[in-house]
Protein backbone atom coordinates (compact mmCIF):
# COMPACT_ATOMS: atom_id res chain seq x y z
CA UNK A 1 0.00 0.00 0.00
CA UNK A 2 1.40 3.45 -0.94
CA UNK A 3 1.61 6.39 1.20
CA UNK A 4 2.48 9.69 0.44
CA UNK A 5 2.94 12.80 2.38
CA UNK A 6 0.18 15.42 1.95
CA UNK A 7 1.00 18.88 2.16
CA UNK A 8 -2.36 20.07 3.33
CA UNK A 9 -2.43 17.47 6.43
CA UNK A 10 1.21 17.33 7.02
CA UNK A 11 0.97 13.97 7.58
CA UNK A 12 1.51 10.41 5.30
CA UNK A 13 -1.64 9.35 3.41
CA UNK A 14 -2.91 6.28 1.86
CA UNK A 15 -3.50 6.76 -1.74
CA UNK A 16 -6.06 5.86 -3.11
CA UNK A 17 -8.13 5.97 -6.37
CA UNK A 18 -12.20 4.90 -6.35
CA UNK A 19 -11.96 1.51 -8.53
CA UNK A 20 -11.01 1.83 -12.38
CA UNK A 21 -9.98 5.48 -12.45
CA UNK A 22 -7.28 6.58 -13.30
CA UNK A 23 -4.97 9.12 -11.28
CA UNK A 24 -4.92 12.68 -12.57
CA UNK A 25 -1.81 14.49 -12.06
CA UNK A 26 -0.93 17.93 -12.55
CA UNK A 27 2.24 19.64 -12.09
CA UNK A 28 2.90 23.70 -12.58
CA UNK A 29 5.34 23.67 -15.63
CA UNK A 30 8.06 26.30 -16.30
CA UNK A 31 7.48 29.95 -17.54
CA UNK A 32 9.48 29.72 -20.14
CA UNK A 33 11.68 33.26 -20.55
CA UNK A 34 14.99 31.40 -20.32
CA UNK A 35 16.48 27.91 -20.24
CA UNK A 36 15.46 25.45 -17.44
CA UNK A 37 17.76 25.26 -14.64
CA UNK A 38 19.12 21.67 -12.84
CA UNK A 39 16.11 22.68 -9.85
CA UNK A 40 13.68 22.54 -12.41
CA UNK A 41 15.05 19.38 -13.54
CA UNK A 42 14.98 18.18 -10.05
CA UNK A 43 11.08 18.90 -9.59
CA UNK A 44 10.06 17.38 -13.12
CA UNK A 45 12.09 14.04 -12.38
CA UNK A 46 10.80 13.44 -9.38
CA UNK A 47 7.59 13.77 -10.81
CA UNK A 48 8.63 11.74 -13.72
CA UNK A 49 9.69 8.75 -11.24
CA UNK A 50 6.95 9.57 -9.27
CA UNK A 51 4.05 8.08 -12.31
CA UNK A 52 6.41 5.49 -13.61
CA UNK A 53 6.11 4.32 -9.90
CA UNK A 54 2.82 4.47 -9.71
CA UNK A 55 2.18 2.44 -13.46
CA UNK A 56 4.36 0.01 -12.12
CA UNK A 57 1.80 -0.26 -8.96
CA UNK A 58 -0.58 -0.68 -11.54
CA UNK A 59 -2.23 2.64 -11.22
CA UNK A 60 -3.03 4.16 -14.61
CA UNK A 61 -2.28 7.73 -14.84
CA UNK A 62 -2.84 10.91 -16.59
CA UNK A 63 0.01 13.35 -16.45
CA UNK A 64 -0.71 16.97 -17.33
CA UNK A 65 1.52 20.15 -16.76
CA UNK A 66 0.95 23.57 -17.53
CA UNK A 67 3.07 25.76 -19.80
CA UNK A 68 3.25 29.79 -18.49
CA UNK A 69 3.73 31.32 -22.08
CA UNK A 70 2.41 34.64 -21.01
CA UNK A 71 3.52 36.47 -18.09
CA UNK A 72 5.45 39.79 -16.82
CA UNK A 73 9.03 38.37 -16.67
CA UNK A 74 8.72 36.71 -20.74
CA UNK A 75 7.28 40.28 -21.70
CA UNK A 76 10.24 42.08 -19.85
CA UNK A 77 13.08 39.50 -21.16
CA UNK A 78 11.72 40.04 -24.73
CA UNK A 79 11.78 43.23 -24.80
CA UNK A 80 15.29 42.72 -23.83
CA UNK A 81 15.79 41.17 -26.37
CA UNK A 82 14.03 43.09 -29.27
CA UNK A 83 12.09 40.04 -30.02
CA UNK A 84 8.28 39.33 -29.82
CA UNK A 85 7.33 37.39 -26.20
CA UNK A 86 5.84 35.24 -28.61
CA UNK A 87 8.72 34.30 -30.34
CA UNK A 88 10.59 34.00 -27.03
CA UNK A 89 8.70 31.97 -25.12
CA UNK A 90 8.08 29.61 -28.27
CA UNK A 91 12.13 28.79 -28.48
CA UNK A 92 12.64 28.66 -24.80
CA UNK A 93 9.42 26.19 -24.96
CA UNK A 94 11.36 24.31 -27.62
CA UNK A 95 14.60 23.97 -25.32
CA UNK A 96 12.65 23.12 -22.26
CA UNK A 97 10.85 20.08 -23.99
CA UNK A 98 14.43 19.19 -25.33
CA UNK A 99 15.59 19.15 -22.07
CA UNK A 100 13.14 16.91 -20.56
CA UNK A 101 13.42 14.33 -23.43
CA UNK A 102 17.38 14.20 -22.58
CA UNK A 103 16.34 13.58 -19.05
CA UNK A 104 14.15 10.64 -19.89
CA UNK A 105 11.13 12.71 -18.44
CA UNK A 106 8.66 10.67 -20.56
CA UNK A 107 5.77 10.46 -18.60
CA UNK A 108 3.61 13.43 -19.23
CA UNK A 109 0.63 12.84 -21.47
CA UNK A 110 -0.55 16.46 -22.14
CA UNK A 111 1.35 20.05 -22.15
CA UNK A 112 -0.99 22.62 -22.09
CA UNK A 113 -0.07 26.48 -22.93
CA UNK A 114 -1.52 28.86 -21.08
CA UNK A 115 -2.21 31.50 -24.33
CA UNK A 116 -4.31 27.77 -25.77
CA UNK A 117 -6.44 28.50 -22.87
CA UNK A 118 -7.95 31.99 -23.15
CA UNK A 119 -11.52 30.89 -23.28
CA UNK A 120 -11.59 28.67 -20.23
CA UNK A 121 -10.10 31.42 -18.58
CA UNK A 122 -12.52 34.42 -19.43
CA UNK A 123 -15.56 31.44 -18.65
CA UNK A 124 -13.67 30.95 -14.65
CA UNK A 125 -13.31 34.76 -14.24
CA UNK A 126 -16.55 35.70 -15.24
CA UNK A 127 -18.03 32.92 -12.86
CA UNK A 128 -15.88 34.37 -10.30
CA UNK A 129 -17.09 37.90 -10.81
CA UNK A 130 -20.36 36.16 -10.99
CA UNK A 131 -20.32 35.14 -7.36
CA UNK A 132 -18.59 37.78 -6.04
CA UNK A 133 -15.03 36.82 -6.13
CA UNK A 134 -13.75 39.00 -8.53
CA UNK A 135 -14.08 43.27 -8.65
CA UNK A 136 -12.36 45.48 -10.75
CA UNK A 137 -10.01 48.30 -9.94
CA UNK A 138 -7.78 50.25 -12.62
CA UNK A 139 -5.07 47.49 -14.11
CA UNK A 140 -7.12 44.87 -13.87
CA UNK A 141 -9.37 42.08 -12.24
CA UNK A 142 -8.71 41.16 -9.00
CA UNK A 143 -9.88 38.13 -6.65
CA UNK A 144 -11.08 39.44 -2.95
CA UNK A 145 -9.60 36.39 -0.90
CA UNK A 146 -11.46 37.60 2.07
CA UNK A 147 -14.42 36.37 0.45
CA UNK A 148 -12.90 32.92 0.72
CA UNK A 149 -13.96 31.15 3.82
CA UNK A 150 -11.11 28.72 3.81
CA UNK A 151 -8.58 31.19 2.52
CA UNK A 152 -5.16 29.66 3.94
CA UNK A 153 -5.88 25.51 4.46
CA UNK A 154 -2.91 24.95 2.70
CA UNK A 155 -0.35 27.72 3.89
CA UNK A 156 -1.55 27.51 6.84
CA UNK A 157 -2.06 31.18 6.60
CA UNK A 158 -4.25 34.23 7.07
CA UNK A 159 -5.85 36.87 4.89
CA UNK A 160 -3.98 39.62 7.37
CA UNK A 161 -0.79 37.45 7.04
CA UNK A 162 2.00 39.77 6.10
CA UNK A 163 3.32 39.67 2.53
CA UNK A 164 6.97 40.38 2.97
CA UNK A 165 9.73 38.61 0.92
CA UNK A 166 6.58 36.55 -0.96
CA UNK A 167 7.59 36.16 -4.52
CA UNK A 168 5.03 36.95 -7.84
CA UNK A 169 2.46 39.08 -5.50
CA UNK A 170 0.71 41.46 -7.78
CA UNK A 171 0.91 44.87 -6.43
CA UNK A 172 -1.46 47.82 -6.37
CA UNK A 173 -2.60 50.00 -3.94
CA UNK A 174 -6.11 50.03 -4.50
CA UNK A 175 -6.45 46.62 -4.14
CA UNK A 176 -9.19 45.42 -0.88
CA UNK A 177 -6.88 42.80 0.90
CA UNK A 178 -2.97 42.87 0.60
CA UNK A 179 -2.74 39.25 -0.46
CA UNK A 180 -5.90 40.08 -3.57
CA UNK A 181 -4.21 38.65 -6.56
CA UNK A 182 -4.90 39.54 -10.46
CA UNK A 183 -7.15 37.38 -12.45
CA UNK A 184 -6.86 39.78 -15.00
CA UNK A 185 -4.44 42.25 -16.07
CA UNK A 186 -5.01 45.19 -18.51
CA UNK A 187 -2.90 45.32 -21.38
CA UNK A 188 -0.01 48.53 -21.27
CA UNK A 189 0.91 49.70 -24.87
CA UNK A 190 3.04 47.13 -27.08
CA UNK A 191 1.69 44.46 -24.45
CA UNK A 192 0.24 41.30 -25.79
CA UNK A 193 -3.39 41.40 -25.56
CA UNK A 194 -6.61 39.41 -25.53
CA UNK A 195 -10.42 40.88 -25.76
CA UNK A 196 -12.56 39.64 -23.06
CA UNK A 197 -15.85 41.26 -21.52
CA UNK A 198 -13.81 43.42 -19.59
CA UNK A 199 -10.89 44.55 -21.76
CA UNK A 200 -7.97 43.90 -23.66
CA UNK A 201 -5.93 42.22 -21.55
CA UNK A 202 -4.01 39.07 -20.54
CA UNK A 203 -4.56 36.70 -17.49
CA UNK A 204 -3.15 36.86 -13.87
CA UNK A 205 -0.70 33.98 -13.34
CA UNK A 206 -3.41 32.05 -10.80
CA UNK A 207 -6.19 31.18 -13.38
CA UNK A 208 -4.27 29.73 -16.06
CA UNK A 209 -3.89 26.81 -14.16
CA UNK A 210 -7.67 26.12 -12.49
CA UNK A 211 -8.96 26.85 -16.24
CA UNK A 212 -6.65 24.18 -17.87
CA UNK A 213 -7.39 21.88 -14.83
CA UNK A 214 -10.83 22.43 -14.72
CA UNK A 215 -10.61 21.73 -18.81
CA UNK A 216 -8.96 18.42 -18.74
CA UNK A 217 -10.32 17.31 -15.15
CA UNK A 218 -13.09 18.81 -14.24
CA UNK A 219 -13.31 20.67 -10.69
CA UNK A 220 -11.53 17.62 -8.68
CA UNK A 221 -9.03 15.30 -9.05
CA UNK A 222 -6.16 13.41 -7.28
CA UNK A 223 -2.64 14.78 -7.01
CA UNK A 224 -1.52 18.49 -7.57
CA UNK A 225 2.46 18.59 -7.62
CA UNK A 226 5.35 21.50 -7.76
CA UNK A 227 8.04 22.57 -5.73
CA UNK A 228 8.20 23.96 -2.03
CA UNK A 229 7.92 27.76 -3.20
CA UNK A 230 4.41 27.51 -4.94
CA UNK A 231 2.53 26.43 -1.75
CA UNK A 232 2.12 30.11 -1.39
CA UNK A 233 0.74 31.96 -2.75
CA UNK A 234 0.27 29.77 -5.85
CA UNK A 235 -1.57 26.83 -4.86
CA UNK A 236 -3.58 28.56 -2.43
CA UNK A 237 -4.68 31.10 -5.28
CA UNK A 238 -5.45 27.67 -7.18
CA UNK A 239 -7.57 26.74 -4.32
CA UNK A 240 -9.44 29.62 -3.63
CA UNK A 241 -10.40 30.16 -7.33
CA UNK A 242 -11.92 26.49 -8.25
CA UNK A 243 -13.16 25.81 -4.84
CA UNK A 244 -15.28 29.00 -5.50
CA UNK A 245 -15.91 28.75 -8.60
CA UNK A 246 -17.33 25.31 -8.54
CA UNK A 247 -18.83 25.01 -4.35
CA UNK A 248 -16.87 21.51 -4.32
CA UNK A 249 -13.89 20.52 -1.99
CA UNK A 250 -11.35 19.95 -2.13
CA UNK A 251 -9.93 20.92 -5.51
CA UNK A 252 -7.37 18.05 -4.79
CA UNK A 253 -6.86 15.10 -2.72
CA UNK A 254 -3.27 15.12 -2.74
CA UNK A 255 -0.71 18.13 -2.40
CA UNK A 256 3.37 16.78 -3.17
CA UNK A 257 5.69 19.84 -3.18
CA UNK A 258 9.55 18.98 -4.09
CA UNK A 259 12.47 20.27 -1.86
CA UNK A 260 14.79 23.03 -3.58
CA UNK A 261 17.59 21.97 -5.01
CA UNK A 262 20.21 24.72 -3.54
CA UNK A 263 23.44 25.50 -3.97
CA UNK A 264 25.55 26.58 -0.80
CA UNK A 265 22.12 26.56 1.18
CA UNK A 266 20.30 29.10 -1.68
CA UNK A 267 17.94 27.81 -3.48
CA UNK A 268 19.02 27.39 -7.09
CA UNK A 269 16.99 29.93 -9.13
CA UNK A 270 17.21 32.65 -11.87
CA UNK A 271 16.62 35.81 -10.08
CA UNK A 272 19.75 34.79 -7.43
CA UNK A 273 21.52 33.84 -10.83
CA UNK A 274 22.55 30.67 -8.73
CA UNK A 275 21.98 28.22 -11.66
CA UNK A 276 23.39 25.73 -13.66
CA UNK A 277 21.10 25.37 -16.74
CA UNK A 278 20.32 21.48 -17.85
CA UNK A 279 22.05 21.85 -20.84
CA UNK A 280 25.64 23.37 -18.80
CA UNK A 281 24.95 20.33 -16.64
CA UNK A 282 25.11 17.64 -20.18
CA UNK A 283 28.24 19.43 -20.93
CA UNK A 284 30.15 17.34 -18.13
CA UNK A 285 27.41 14.51 -16.76
CA UNK A 286 25.30 12.31 -18.47
CA UNK A 287 21.36 12.33 -17.38
CA UNK A 288 21.98 9.05 -15.49
CA UNK A 289 23.93 10.94 -13.25
CA UNK A 290 21.38 13.68 -12.67
CA UNK A 291 18.87 11.51 -11.94
CA UNK A 292 20.26 9.46 -9.37
CA UNK A 293 21.81 12.24 -7.78
CA UNK A 294 17.97 13.74 -7.74
CA UNK A 295 16.46 10.07 -6.56
CA UNK A 296 19.21 9.84 -4.27
CA UNK A 297 17.59 12.33 -2.17
CA UNK A 298 13.98 12.27 -0.74
CA UNK A 299 11.48 14.22 -2.72
CA UNK A 300 10.48 16.81 -0.47
CA UNK A 301 13.38 17.58 1.44
CA UNK A 302 16.27 20.09 0.33
CA UNK A 303 19.49 19.19 -1.15
CA UNK A 304 22.58 21.01 -1.81
CA UNK A 305 24.41 20.74 -5.16
CA UNK A 306 28.30 21.25 -5.57
CA UNK A 307 31.20 19.43 -7.24
CA UNK A 308 31.43 16.96 -4.12
CA UNK A 309 27.92 15.93 -4.21
CA UNK A 310 27.70 15.41 -7.90
CA UNK A 311 31.48 13.72 -7.42
CA UNK A 312 30.34 11.67 -4.54
CA UNK A 313 27.01 10.57 -6.33
CA UNK A 314 28.71 9.69 -9.27
CA UNK A 315 31.51 7.22 -8.00
CA UNK A 316 27.85 5.37 -6.21
CA UNK A 317 26.64 5.32 -9.57
CA UNK A 318 29.88 3.52 -10.95
CA UNK A 319 29.47 0.91 -8.46
CA UNK A 320 25.79 0.28 -9.68
CA UNK A 321 27.54 -0.08 -13.57
CA UNK A 322 30.72 -2.08 -12.32
CA UNK A 323 28.64 -4.53 -10.04
CA UNK A 324 26.32 -5.08 -13.85
CA UNK A 325 29.44 -5.55 -15.68
CA UNK A 326 30.62 -7.74 -13.24
CA UNK A 327 27.26 -9.95 -12.94
CA UNK A 328 27.48 -9.67 -17.09
CA UNK A 329 30.98 -11.35 -16.83
CA UNK A 330 29.80 -14.50 -14.74
CA UNK A 331 30.46 -17.75 -16.76
CA UNK A 332 29.71 -20.55 -13.95
CA UNK A 333 26.62 -22.34 -15.59
CA UNK A 334 25.33 -23.70 -12.20
CA UNK A 335 26.02 -23.46 -8.72
CA UNK A 336 24.39 -25.98 -6.05
CA UNK A 337 23.02 -23.97 -3.18
CA UNK A 338 22.01 -20.96 -3.80
CA UNK A 339 19.47 -20.94 -1.38
CA UNK A 340 21.66 -17.55 0.78
CA UNK A 341 21.06 -15.79 -2.89
CA UNK A 342 17.16 -16.67 -3.27
CA UNK A 343 16.71 -15.38 0.71
CA UNK A 344 18.73 -12.48 -0.11
CA UNK A 345 16.89 -11.84 -3.59
CA UNK A 346 13.92 -11.60 -2.23
CA UNK A 347 14.42 -9.54 1.00
CA UNK A 348 15.91 -7.30 -1.43
CA UNK A 349 12.62 -6.66 -3.65
CA UNK A 350 11.20 -6.63 -0.27
CA UNK A 351 12.71 -4.22 1.00
CA UNK A 352 13.59 -2.03 -1.87
CA UNK A 353 9.89 -1.94 -3.09
CA UNK A 354 8.17 -1.47 0.79
CA UNK A 355 10.66 1.81 1.05
CA UNK A 356 9.47 2.92 -1.92
CA UNK A 357 5.83 2.84 -0.66
CA UNK A 358 6.76 4.53 2.58
CA UNK A 359 6.08 8.16 0.70
CA UNK A 360 8.57 6.95 -2.37
CA UNK A 361 11.60 6.67 -0.21
CA UNK A 362 13.91 6.68 -3.10
CA UNK A 363 16.94 6.91 -0.91
CA UNK A 364 16.41 4.10 1.25
CA UNK A 365 15.53 1.60 -1.54
CA UNK A 366 18.58 3.04 -3.02
CA UNK A 367 20.52 1.68 0.41
CA UNK A 368 18.40 -1.58 0.27
CA UNK A 369 19.97 -1.77 -3.04
CA UNK A 370 23.37 -1.17 -2.38
CA UNK A 371 23.36 -3.54 0.43
CA UNK A 372 22.87 -5.94 -2.06
CA UNK A 373 25.06 -5.11 -4.26
CA UNK A 374 28.31 -5.08 -1.82
CA UNK A 375 27.20 -8.55 -0.62
CA UNK A 376 26.55 -10.05 -3.98
CA UNK A 377 29.97 -8.79 -4.90
CA UNK A 378 31.60 -11.31 -2.33
CA UNK A 379 29.47 -13.79 -3.48
CA UNK A 380 30.33 -13.84 -7.15
CA UNK A 381 34.28 -13.57 -5.56
CA UNK A 382 33.68 -16.58 -4.05
CA UNK A 383 31.98 -18.10 -7.19
CA UNK A 384 28.37 -18.32 -5.72
CA UNK A 385 26.53 -17.29 -7.70
CA UNK A 386 25.75 -18.61 -11.45
CA UNK A 387 24.34 -17.59 -15.03
CA UNK A 388 20.64 -18.15 -13.60
CA UNK A 389 21.52 -16.25 -10.46
CA UNK A 390 23.09 -13.02 -12.60
CA UNK A 391 19.60 -12.87 -15.11
CA UNK A 392 18.16 -12.69 -12.09
CA UNK A 393 19.61 -9.79 -10.30
CA UNK A 394 19.79 -8.68 -14.42
CA UNK A 395 16.12 -8.35 -14.78
CA UNK A 396 15.11 -6.97 -11.41
CA UNK A 397 17.41 -3.60 -12.70
CA UNK A 398 15.86 -3.20 -15.31
CA UNK A 399 12.83 -3.06 -13.89
CA UNK A 400 13.91 -1.26 -11.07
CA UNK A 401 15.46 1.07 -14.04
CA UNK A 402 11.75 1.38 -15.85
CA UNK A 403 10.69 3.72 -12.83
CA UNK A 404 14.20 5.43 -11.87
CA UNK A 405 16.34 5.61 -15.21
CA UNK A 406 19.48 5.71 -13.32
CA UNK A 407 21.22 3.04 -15.51
CA UNK A 408 22.14 3.37 -19.49
CA UNK A 409 22.39 -0.48 -20.30
CA UNK A 410 23.97 0.64 -23.41
CA UNK A 411 27.08 1.09 -21.33
CA UNK A 412 26.50 -1.97 -19.34
CA UNK A 413 28.80 -4.47 -22.01
CA UNK A 414 31.46 -6.82 -20.63
CA UNK A 415 34.68 -5.45 -20.59
CA UNK A 416 37.21 -8.23 -21.66
CA UNK A 417 40.27 -7.32 -21.34
CA UNK A 418 42.43 -7.95 -24.63
CA UNK A 419 44.37 -11.16 -25.49
CA UNK A 420 47.94 -9.72 -24.78
CA UNK A 421 47.08 -8.84 -21.62
CA UNK A 422 46.02 -12.45 -20.54
CA UNK A 423 48.64 -13.12 -21.70
CA UNK A 424 50.98 -11.05 -19.87
CA UNK A 425 48.63 -11.99 -16.95
CA UNK A 426 49.76 -16.14 -17.58
CA UNK A 427 53.28 -15.27 -17.83
CA UNK A 428 53.30 -13.26 -14.44
CA UNK A 429 51.82 -16.20 -12.61
CA UNK A 430 54.50 -18.70 -14.80
CA UNK A 431 57.05 -15.76 -13.10
CA UNK A 432 55.19 -16.27 -9.34
CA UNK A 433 55.55 -20.49 -10.13
CA UNK A 434 59.44 -19.69 -10.88
CA UNK A 435 59.56 -17.27 -7.55
CA UNK A 436 60.97 -14.65 -9.75
CA UNK A 437 59.27 -11.97 -8.56
CA UNK A 438 60.75 -9.17 -9.82
CA UNK A 439 59.90 -10.43 -13.20
CA UNK A 440 56.34 -10.57 -11.72
CA UNK A 441 56.39 -7.41 -10.34
CA UNK A 442 57.56 -5.36 -13.29
CA UNK A 443 54.86 -7.31 -15.50
CA UNK A 444 52.28 -6.52 -12.46
CA UNK A 445 53.10 -2.86 -13.36
CA UNK A 446 52.78 -3.09 -16.97
CA UNK A 447 49.67 -4.77 -17.08
CA UNK A 448 48.34 -1.44 -14.42
CA UNK A 449 49.57 0.86 -16.92
CA UNK A 450 47.29 -0.67 -19.29
CA UNK A 451 44.56 0.05 -17.23
CA UNK A 452 44.08 -3.16 -15.08
CA UNK A 453 44.66 -4.65 -11.62
CA UNK A 454 45.57 -7.75 -10.58
CA UNK A 455 43.58 -9.59 -8.01
CA UNK A 456 44.75 -12.85 -6.54
CA UNK A 457 41.79 -14.49 -5.50
CA UNK A 458 41.93 -18.22 -3.83
CA UNK A 459 40.51 -19.11 -7.30
CA UNK A 460 43.76 -17.25 -9.28
CA UNK A 461 44.60 -13.90 -10.35
CA UNK A 462 41.80 -12.01 -11.87
CA UNK A 463 41.94 -8.69 -14.09
CA UNK A 464 39.77 -5.52 -12.74
CA UNK A 465 39.43 -2.52 -14.79
CA UNK A 466 40.80 0.56 -12.76
P1 LIG B 1 9.39 28.32 -12.79
O1 LIG B 1 9.74 28.22 -14.23
O2 LIG B 1 10.32 29.18 -12.00
O3 LIG B 1 7.94 28.69 -12.61
O4 LIG B 1 9.56 26.86 -12.15
C1 LIG B 1 9.00 25.69 -12.65
C2 LIG B 1 8.93 24.60 -11.59
O5 LIG B 1 10.24 24.29 -11.09
C3 LIG B 1 8.10 24.98 -10.36
O6 LIG B 1 7.43 23.82 -9.86
C4 LIG B 1 9.15 25.45 -9.39
O7 LIG B 1 8.70 25.45 -8.08
C5 LIG B 1 10.27 24.42 -9.67
N1 LIG B 1 11.60 24.90 -9.22
C6 LIG B 1 12.18 26.08 -9.51
N2 LIG B 1 13.39 26.18 -8.90
C7 LIG B 1 13.60 25.02 -8.23
C8 LIG B 1 14.67 24.51 -7.40
N3 LIG B 1 15.78 25.22 -7.16
N4 LIG B 1 14.53 23.28 -6.87
C9 LIG B 1 13.42 22.54 -7.12
N5 LIG B 1 12.38 22.96 -7.88
C10 LIG B 1 12.46 24.19 -8.43
New binding site residues.
Partial sequence: MLKIYNTISRKKEIFKLEKGKKARLF???????DF?????A???IIFDAFVKYLKHKGFKVFYLQNI?DIDDKIIIRAKEKKVSPKELSLFFEKEYLKDMKNLKINSVDKYAKATDYIKEIISQINRLIEKGYGYRIKDGIYYDISKFKSYGKLSKRKVSDSYDAVSRIDDNKDKKNKGDFCLWKFSKEGEPKWKSPWGEGRPGWHIEDTAITEKYFGSQYDIH??????IFPHHEAEIAQMEAVSNKSPMVKYWMH?????IEGK????SLNN?ITIGDFFKRHSYTELRFLVLKNLWRS?FDYSEKSINESNSALKKIEEFLKKLKSIKISYVKNCKEFNGLFKKTKEEFYSNLDDDFNTPEALASLFAFIRKLNIMIDKNLISKKESKKTFEFFKEINKVFEIIDFNKIKEEKPAYFIKKLLSQRERCRKERNWEKADEIRKKIEELGYIIEDTEQGPKLNKK
Fill in positions: VCGPTTYSHIGHRTYTGGAYDLTGFLTKMSKFP
